[in-house]
């Protein structure tokens, strides 16, 4: 069965700092990784995903086999970018298994 | 653009209750799913269809039932609603977005069982 483990409940960083998102998880076969977001009063809106390779406002993910790895990072967060975010897996054409998330707070 | 609407924000019913949970989606999208949102749990799903009449259980099922009987309409249904399941509720549909499938989420119902 496939896992999706975020093991930050909460993340606070200075605007301008880089802020690293932790993603990791199990699943036997070959994943499709995403990252969504869900800013205050908005619904849940993918951010990107592994298979485009792409950056999207600043934030980038590569994913790691290896390691089992798909960290979000952005080098210099700003205060929009609080938000929650969650990892997400798709191990079949319909299913996403997502993470706990992550509350990220971006301070001025 | 795609909508994906949820016919109630905030739902306050009494334990025993039976609860309909409503979704539109106007993007002909034949996948539709059901979360709920919980704090420190993320998006667990309950239900989800692939086709009108077809459904198929989450991983939480239990105590949930649905109904799609159009393609455009994803009901989910709590025969007899329990405080357990306070909860934010997301419906969410599935469509090809830039030639890729991606989930569209509707803006989900805060269900309070008293």
């Known amino acids: 069965a496939q896992r999706v483990t975020q093991p930050e409940k909460l993340l606070s960083v200075f605007k301008g700092a880089p802020v690293e998102l932790k993603c990791n998880y199990s699943?036997?076969?070959?994943?499709?990784l995403f990252w969504y977001v869900q800013y205050s009063r908005q619904r849940l809106q993918l951010l990107l995903r592994?298979?485009s390779r792409e950056s999207i406002k600043g934030f980038t993910a590569d994913l790691n086999k290896g390691e089992t790895s798909f960290h979000l990072k952005k080098p210099f967060a700003q205060e929009e970018d609080s938000a929650m975010y969650y990892c997400?897996?798709?191990?079949?054409?319909?299913?996403?298994?997502f993470g706990a998330g992550t509350t990220v707070t971006v301070r001025a | 653009d795609v909508k994906v609407t949820q016919s109630s924000r905030y739902l306050v019913k009494r334990t025993g209750e039976k609860v309909f949970l409503e979704c539109v989606q106007d993007?002909?999208?034949?996948?539709m799913f059901w979360y709920r949102q919980d704090p420190g749990l993320g998006l667990r799903l309950i239900y989800f269809?692939?086709?009108?009449?077809?459904?198929e259980k989450g991983d939480i099922p239990e105590g949930y039932s649905v109904s799609r009987e159009k393609k455009e309409r994803f009901s989910l249904i709590l025969e007899s609603a329990s405080t357990n399941q306070t909860s934010m509720y997301l419906c969410?549909?599935?469509?090809?977005?830039?030639?890729?499938?991606?989930?569209?989420f509707g803006p989900g119902t805060r269900l309070t069982v008293t």
């Open positions: 969410a549909s599935r469509g090809l977005l830039g030639g890729r499938y991606e989930q569209y």
């Open positions: 699943y036997s076969g070959s994943p499709e």
């Open positions: 592994h298979i």
């Open positions: 997400a897996l798709r191990s079949n054409d319909y299913k996403l298994s």
């Open positions: 993007m002909d999208h034949e996948n």
């Open positions: 269809s692939y086709d009108v009449k077809m459904k």
